[in-house]
Structures are given as structure tokens and as C-alpha cells.
């Protein structure tokens, strides 16, 4: 069946610009995780959602930072006012279920390549 | 918080040699998750350890997990160049709060010298 989908695969803005990354998770999936991941490094957690809610937001790092989930399904982080610090990929995971012991394998998608100039 | 470190940050072996990556939590873990990132690709799930001691066996992968949960390894016994990537490992804390976050370690890049 179809995997985690991103889109763009590519970005690139102006700094100061705002940018929309969308995620679409394997479907019947409830939790869905966004992370960014800068050149060469690890991967930073950034939002949790479980259904249409973000029990964990603590990962943001900035109010410029925000997410969303409808209908349980599609999430968009929105970066506003972006800074060439915001360069990164943005990874989006989906898994199973989550009894709130992140215990289920999460499913990556392809990753943003988010580039602010 | 939570903090997964992972060492070593490369390294690089001879086709058949043998690689291990070790993963250090500061606290204890309810389990871990180890995932393999090639090059240009996203990570892949590779296993999960929850109990105390675990080990499992991928094939030449070998995972264990530590008896007081809070460290893990990953060996590769005779790399191929097929192995060649970034290996993370990633775990759940067992504190409650957060629990449902997986703390990721920095990975640690395995390149295969043919």
C-alpha cells in the first residue's frame, strides 16, 4: 500500500517568507510526528498529534512554528517569517496507534528539503 | 529531559569487517528502536527492544538491549557495502510524561570501504 506522502519534496523561499509542508500518513494511522533533521545531524522531534490533537507541542522550536490535523488524516506544519536557520529537511512519521507509549514503529515519508535564502 | 547519545559519529570499515554503534540514554527506557537512513533516503525501522537484556538477531545485525535499559547496541557482523548508511537509535522514556516521544540519537554513519 501507498507509504507516508510529503510535499513539496523541494522548497525554496526568501527569508522572512511563510511556507506550508504537507504530510499525508499511510492511512488508518492515528499518530503522526513531524521532526527536522539539519545536514549531517540527528533528528530533532518537533509535534506529536494522536487523532486531530497535539498532546505534545514542546518540540516547536519558535511561535513562527505551528501544526495542524484534520479529519484525522493530512497535517501541515506552517513555518512563518521563515530564517535561513529554518533550512532543513522535515521529516513527517506516521504509526499504528499510540497508547501513549510511542511504542509503535513509525513510517517515515520522503522528507521536505526546506532551503530559506 | 531526555537525552539518547550515540557513539560513534562515523566510522569507517573494510568490506567484512565487523561495526557496532552504541547507544547511551540518561534515563531509563520503556524500549528502544534502531533505524537505518541511506544516503538521500528517510529513515527505516530496523527492530525494537523492550525487554530488560533483549537481544535480537537481523540476519548479520545483532541488537541488545541493556539489562538496566539504558543503553543498547547495534553489530554488524562482516559489513557489505549494501550497509552503508546512517544508523539511529531512538527511544521511548519510562517516566510517563513525554512517553509517547521518541528521543532520537544523533546516528552514527557507517561507511563501507569495498
Known amino acids: 500500500g501507498a507509504g507516508v506522502s510529503q510535499s513539496p519534496s523541494n522548497k525554496v523561499t526568501e527569508k522572512g517568507k511563510d511556507v506550508e509542508l504537507r504530510c499525508d500518513p499511510i492511512s488508518g494511522h492515528t499518530a503522526l510526528y513531524w521532526y527536522r533533521q539539519s545536514l549531517g545531524q540527528g533528528l530533532e522531534f518537533l509535534i506529536y498529534?494522536?487523532?486531530?490533537?497535539?498532546?505534545?507541542k514542546s518540540g516547536l522550536p519558535s511561535d513562527r512554528f505551528s501544526a495542524e490535523r484534520t479529519g484525522g488524516s493530512v497535517s501541515t506544519l506552517t513555518i512563518q517569517r521563515t530564517q535561513q536557520e529554518d533550512s532543513a529537511v522535515y521529516l513527517c512519521?506516521?504509526?499504528?496507534?499510540?497508547?501513549?507509549?510511542?511504542?509503535?514503529?513509525?513510517?517515515f515519508g520522503p522528507g521536505t528539503r526546506l532551503t530559506v535564502l | 529531559g531526555q537525552q539518547v547519545m550515540q557513539i560513534p559519529q562515523y566510522q569507517h570499515v573494510q568490506e567484512g569487517e565487523d561495526f557496532t554503534t552504541y547507544c547511551n540514554s540518561s534515563t531509563t527506557l520503556s524500549n528502544i528502536q534502531w533505524y537505518k537512513q541511506r544516503p538521500g533516503g528517510h529513515p527505516v525501522f530496523l527492530i525494537q527492544?523492550?525487554?530488560?537484556?533483549e537481544v535480537k538477531k537481523q540476519k548479520r545485525l545483532t541488537f541488545q538491549f541493556g539489562e538496566a535499559k539504558k543503553n543498547s547496541s547495534l553489530h554488524i557482523t562482516a559489513t557489505q557495502t549494501t550497509d552503508v548508511g546512517t544508523y539511529f537509535c531512538?527511544?521511548?522514556?519510562?517516566?510517563?510524561?513525554?512517553?509517547?516521544?521518541?528521543?532520537f540519537g544523533k546516528g552514527t554513519k557507517l561507511s563501507v570501504i569495498p
Open positions: 531512538a527511544g521511548v522514556g519510562d517516566s510517563g510524561a513525554g512517553s509517547y516521544q521518541l528521543t
Open positions: 527492544l523492550v525487554k530488560s537484556g
Open positions: 498529534f494522536q487523532g486531530n490533537s497535539a498532546p505534545d
Open positions: 512519521a506516521s504509526s499504528l496507534a499510540s497508547a501513549g507509549r510511542g511504542t509503535d514503529t513509525q513510517y
